[in-house]
């Protein structure tokens, strides 16, 4: 089993649109959880952490963390095609960080 | 400000030899994590460096090896090249804690044949 899942897409969405990304970890004691994107032929950039349940928000950004279901969430609002990108899933626990494969977004005009 | 460098861009190299890589942080920053990313993978946590100490290490067998300097630069070293390293080698500085915002660079692309 690996420590991060996520679904490896595409998931597409119309502009405007919703987008829901879901990653599940195994660790029942990790306790930083991160969403980064990466776009094609570059490095991740952070978008949102995550220490404790409930919701984050971060303008068109929402990350939502329930440790007892072992799971993570980013919910991006009004969807742009500059959105179109990998989202990977991290989570950190002692000492080592743990990268999902990754979700591809795709976002059509 | 520079943000995290690394080099070289790029790397050609055969099998059993030797290859090592270089990363810059940002200025300030004291904490450097070095990651492998196969294409259509995420990044897998080699090591990470925290004021000159190694704070954490992934599942890479002891070819993998790095070290920091005392201006928070840090190098990974891979000895023995299997065709299987071939991938993207990306270093991400935070300026204290392991769980501070990481800041990635641009990577090195080694390539084994």
């Known amino acids: 089993q690996k420590e991060v899942e996520q679904n490896s897409g595409p998931l597409s969405v119309p502009e405007g649109a919703i987008a829901s990304l879901n990653c599940t970890y195994s660790?029942?004691?990790?306790?930083?959880f991160f969403w980064y994107r990466q776009y094609s032929g570059k490095s991740p950039e952070l978008i949102m952490s995550i220490y404790s349940n409930g919701d984050k928000e971060d303008g068109r950004f929402t990350a939502q963390l329930n440790k007892a279901s072992q799971y993570v969430s980013l919910l991006i609002r009004d969807s742009q095609p500059s959105d179109s990108a990998t989202y990977l899933c991290?989570?950190?626990?002692?000492?080592?960080?743990?990268f999902g494969s990754g979700t591809k977004l795709n976002v059509k005009p | 400000d520079a943000g995290v460098t690394q080099s070289p861009t790029h790397l050609i190299k055969t099998r059993g030899q030797h290859v090592t890589l270089r990363c810059s942080p940002i200025?300030?920053?004291?904490?450097v994590s070095w990651y492998q990313q196969v294409l259509g993978q995420g990044p897998q946590f080699i090591f990470q460096?925290?004021?000159?100490?190694?704070?954490g290490r992934g599942n890479f067998p002891d070819r993998f090896s790095a070290r920091q300097f005392p201006n928070y630069s840090s190098e990974l070293n891979v000895n023995a090249l299997l065709l299987g390293d071939s991938a993207l080698y990306l270093c991400a500085s935070s300026l204290e804690g392991a769980t501070d915002t990481q800041y990635f660079g641009p990577g090195t692309r080694l390539t084994v044949l």
């Open positions: 200025s300030g920053h004291k904490s």
């Open positions: 660790d029942r004691v990790s306790q930083s």
């Open positions: 460096y925290y004021e000159k100490e190694e704070r």
């Open positions: 991290a989570v950190y626990n002692f000492n080592k960080f743990y």
